[in-house]
């Protein structure tokens, strides 16, 4: 039972323009939500995090976009750079109950930015 | 370096063998995860340490695996009697007390039961 779902396994992208890495939940008590990028032979490493309180955060080249009402979650990449190529994990925690500290991770989205 | 450490990063052992990994978290972390990740797959929960205390398995983390975190410091992950499918990376990440914050991963340690 998958409750953080990325449909897309990878994303192919132009140098410059915009990445826009999707997942979807089905968890409704899920309401912090992380993404985390990982290349090849190492560990996740944070990037960007939004709590259901807001439907937008950004930091920089990177915006997280949440639709509470969908139960959806976007990555916004802009402008897309050779190094951003990587896989990105959506990430998904319930602040509630006794596991607020477990997250649960989508499956990931390999992105490849193309010179 | 101020980083989630793991050792080894990588490991190769016969089937049945046990294996013993180690973390060391960020040193003002007083949470400490470790996480299981096998190909095409997120990483998945194992178990949560607060402090020195295990507060939760995963029904993943069968009776062949078992962790420690003596003193609220270090941990250890040792698997007995390896299987197969014992073949995984295994992370281990950390994070202070704190609702909405954010897990700091190690780079992984990469076991491979031949």
């Keep these: 039972d998958q409750q953080v779902k990325q449909n897309s396994p990878s994303l192919s992208v132009q140098e ?20 985390y990028k990982k290349y090849p032979a190492e560990g996740p490493t944070f990037l960007i995090s939004i709590s ?3 439907d937008k955060n950004e930091d920089g080249r990177f915006t997280v976009f949440l639709n509470k009402s969908a139960k959806h979650l976007s990555l916004h ?23 607020n500290y477990k997250l649960t991770f989508g499956k990931g989205t390999l992105l490849t930015v193309n010179p | 370096d101020t980083g989630v450490s793991q050792n080894p990063r990588h490991k190769i052992t016969k089937r049945g063998q046990n294996v013993t990994f180690r973390c060391d978290p960020i040193s003002e972390h007083n949470r400490l995860y470790w996480y299981r990740q096998t190909l095409g797959q997120g990483p998945e929960f194992l178990t949560y340490f607060q402090n020195e205390a295990q507060l939760e398995k995963s029904r993943l983390l069968s009776d062949r695996f078992s962790a420690e975190r003596p003193k609220g410091s270090f ?8 299987e197969q499918g ?29």
Aim: a neutral charge; charged letters at 15%; glycine letters at 8%.
């Design chain 2, 75 to 82: 941990s250890t992950l040792e698997i007995q009697r390896t």
């Design chain 1, 52 to 54: 259901s309180i807001k």
């Design chain 1, 16 to 35: 410059g323009r915009i990445s826009i890495l999707n997942c979807d939940y089905t968890n409704s008590m899920f309401d912090y939500f992380l993404w």
């Design chain 2, 86 to 114: 014992d073949s995984a990376m295994y992370l281990c990440a950390s994070s202070l007390r704190h609702l909405n914050t954010e897990a700091f991963f190690g780079q992984g340690t990469r076991l491979t039961v031949v």
């Design chain 1, 77 to 99: 990449i802009v402008p897309s750079q050779p190094g951003d190529s990587a896989v990105y994990f959506c990430a998904a925690r319930s602040s509630s109950g006794g596991s």
